[in-house]
């Protein structure tokens, strides 16, 4: 189960946030060495703002945290705008249907492989599912080298918008992905996943369709 967190149900999440922060601590500060500020053994930056939506893979609020990932509205300050908007070729897509998706983070314990590839896909279905709940028509991010067929293989039509370009030691590429019905169904089906992979909890339970 994915929950969706927003500042309207993040009271009931902060036991999962906080591990969401930690094990982003981990994985992009002590595995990749991405150069983060770091504080109390979490990683927060200024885009963990209260319009965020996070995204959190746990059997219940106080499970085991198994993945997250953030979106974020383009129609105010985020990161692909701020920082990696040279990777583009030509106008970066924004406006209040046009979101974010950043800080995808296995668990640090995920094994490699298979394993990490179905927790991306149902991660791609969760933001999807999401964005069709709250009317948002496309997502924009940024992909590693080693994300990027990942993220192409997983059946949504996302589309560069710029050539991969070598940032540090990683080539990162921006992509668009456009958001329906149509494309959830084609993840859905070539990633196996029956059911709808997110719950939403804002005063009642909202399932994507």
Not at 34 to 48: F, H, T, V
Not at 160 to 186: C, E, K, M, N, S
Request: neutral net charge.
């Amino acid at each position: 189960m994915i929950h969706i967190i927003t500042a309207d149900n993040r009271r009931h999440y902060h036991h999962a946030l906080m591990e969401m922060h930690r094990q982003r601590k981990e994985v992009f500060i002590d595995q990749m060495k991405w150069r983060l500020d770091e504080s109390a053994g979490i990683e927060i930056d200024a885009y963990d703002c209260p319009e965020a939506i996070y995204l959190i893979e746990a059997a219940a609020p106080r499970a085991p945290v198994m993945g997250s990932a953030r979106l974020l509205p383009t129609d105010r300050p985020h990161l692909l705008g701020d920082h990696f908007g040279f990777l583009c070729d030509g106008d970066l897509p924004a406006g209040p249907d046009v979101w974010e998706a950043t800080r995808f983070c296995p668990a640090p314990d995920t094994a490699p492989g298979q394993p990490r590839h179905d927790l991306l896909a149902r991660m791609i279905a969760a933001i999807m599912e999401t964005a069709l709940i709250f009317g948002i028509e496309q997502v924009t991010f940024v992909s590693s080298a080693a994300l990027t067929p990942l993220a192409a293989k997983a059946g949504w039509d996302a589309q560069p918008l710029g050539a991969a370009r070598r940032v540090g030691r990683d080539r990162l590429t921006v992509f668009v992905a456009a958001i329906d019905q149509r494309g959830l169904r084609r993840v859905r089906e070539r990633n196996n996943i029956k059911t709808p992979v997110t719950r939403f909890f804002g005063g009642e339970l909202i399932q994507a369709a």
